[in-house]
């Protein structure tokens, strides 16, 4: 069975700190997807990233990066510089290739709070 | 309009009443998703439907009746709900889904914030 296991429920930085999110995943499948979604106040998750399990290489986009192990089954998301904007639930979620509804299971969420 | 729209925004009904969700996708896509999202609660994944067929039905409730007229609009009708029904319910969509296509990512409309009294 597929779990996403994400163990900060919340936190709380001050503008222009880094902050890091944790995901953890389980799964018995060699090959899947997992993927990062930030959840504004406004409610829709907006897709952030996709990394399939045979891509291990780390991302960079502005001052988002992810740093994905499958040695420690994590996929874990830095923002940099932090910024108020940034203020959102954050959500990593993870599909199995062999699940044919491509069903993904995601993780409780964190709620990332940037103070000015 | 553009992406995934949602309406109404906000919905208070009784238990007796009879209300539908609407979810329009403007992305050609495939696939299409409700979810339900409570308070302090994870996503929970209700349907999935491909091609207008469900191909994944979560162990929902009768009371919640999904319809998939065509790829791009996707429906819930609601009726003799509980209070505990009371959630956002999130439409998405996505390229396609199901084996043998990878998985493709997912987007989200704005949500139904659904209250049941």
């Known amino acids: 069975a597929q779990k996403v296991t994400q163990a900060q429920t919340e936190i709380s930085v001050v503008e222009k700190e880094d902050v890091t999110l944790d995901c953890v995943y389980e799964t018995r499948d060699t090959t899947y997807y997992l993927f990062w979604y930030k959840q504004p106040p406004s409610g829709e998750l907006v897709f952030l990233i996709r990394r399939n399990s045979f891509d291990e290489q780390n991302e960079i986009s502005g001052r988002y990066s992810w740093n994905f192990q499958k040695s420690t089954s994590s996929f874990n998301f830095t923002i940099t510089a932090s910024q108020v904007v940034d203020s959102a639930v954050y959500f990593c979620a993870l599909s199995e290739r062999g699940t044919n509804a491509g069903k993904s299971t995601f993780g409780d969420g964190t709620t990332l709070t940037v103070k000015p | 309009e553009t992406g995934v729209t949602q309406t109404p925004r906000h919905l208070v009904m009784g238990m007796t009443n009879k209300k539908s969700l609407k979810c329009e996708q403007h992305l050609g896509h495939n696939a299409m998703y409700w979810y339900k999202q409570s308070a302090k609660k994870p996503l929970e994944l209700m349907f999935v439907y491909s091609l207008e067929e469900r191909v994944e039905n979560n162990s929902v409730p009768s009371r919640f009746s999904p319809e998939c007229p065509n790829s791009s609009h996707l429906f819930l009708h609601l009726h003799t709900l509980q209070p505990e029904d009371s959630a956002l319910y999130l439409c998405?969509?996505?390229?396609?889904?199901?084996?043998?296509?990878?998985?493709?990512?997912?987007?989200f409309g704005p949500g139904t914030r659904l209250t049941v009294t």
């Open positions: 998405a969509s996505s390229q396609e889904v199901g084996a043998p296509f990878p998985n493709y990512e997912q987007y």
